[in-house]
């Protein structure tokens, strides 16, 4: 079975700062797909960020990118120029091609963010 | 406005009594799924569904039982025989394929008294 690791029960950063979130995983397949979600106070999960384990070419959207190694098995999510709005949990997760997408995503525990004014 | 509702926000239940939680979609999604999540925990895989009239268990169905009758509904049934039932319930919908993102419904948080 998979699993996925999130090392940092919480990590604080000065608004404007860049944060690193660490996040790795087990598995023993080749093709898979990987997220960010972000979870606010509202407790509404919005997706981050998507790489597909395939492309070796890490994922960018706006000030949101990763660092994706597939041989170490590391998947970190970086937040540039950070916001008090980024402040949030945010959850690493894994997911098989296989069955047309519908096999469900495997969770971290998450990382609990706090911005710093 | 497409989306994913649950309904109700907040339930309360007395111990020993089933209770169904409510998610619709109109996304026109073929799979739905249910996620639990316990506090300091990511969420775990309850019951995912293809299509209507299929669905499989995921990691932890035992006290759970789930529907699909209809392509854009996907309930959710707590049993008496759920150990732990308190917890806040998520439920997620996607189109399927290879990039199988999900978007997620507000959830419905449950505390059984």
């Known amino acids: 079975a998979q699993t996925v690791t999130q090392s940092q029960p919480e990590m604080s950063v000065q608004e404007a700062e860049t944060v690193t979130l660490s996040c790795t995983y087990d598995t023993s397949e080749s093709d898979y797909y990987l997220f960010w979600y972000k979870q606010p106070p509202s407790r509404q999960m919005i997706l981050v960020i998507r790489?597909?384990?395939?492309?070796?070419q890490n994922a960018t959207e706006n000030r949101f990118s990763v660092n994706f190694q597939k041989a170490a098995k590391s998947f970190s999510l970086k937040i540039s120029d950070s916001q008090l709005g980024d402040a949030a949990m945010y959850f690493c997760?894994?997911?098989?091609?296989?069955?047309?997408?519908?096999?469900?995503?495997?969770f971290g525990k998450g990382t609990h963010l706090i911005i710093q004014p | 406005d497409g989306g994913i509702t649950q309904s109700p926000k907040y339930l309360f239940r007395k111990e020993g009594q089933n209770v169904t939680l409510s998610c619709e979609q109109n996304l026109n999604h073929d799979a739905m799924y249910w996620y639990r999540q316990d506090p300091g925990q990511g969420l775990r895989l309850i019951y995912y569904?293809?299509?209507?009239?299929?669905?499989q268990k995921g990691d932890i169905a035992e006290g759970y039982s789930v529907s699909r009758e209809k392509k854009e509904s996907f309930p959710l049934t707590v049993t008496s025989a759920q150990k732990n039932p308190t917890a806040f319930y998520l439920c997620?919908?996607?189109?399927?394929?290879?990039?199988?993102?999900?978007?997620f419904g507000p959830g419905t948080r449950l505390t059984v008294l």
């Open positions: 569904s293809q299509i209507v009239n299929d669905f």
């Open positions: 790489q597909e384990a395939y492309k070796q």
């Open positions: 997620a919908s996607s189109l399927g394929g290879t990039l199988g993102e999900q978007f």
């Open positions: 997760a894994y997911r098989t091609p296989s069955g047309g997408g519908a096999d469900g995503l495997t």
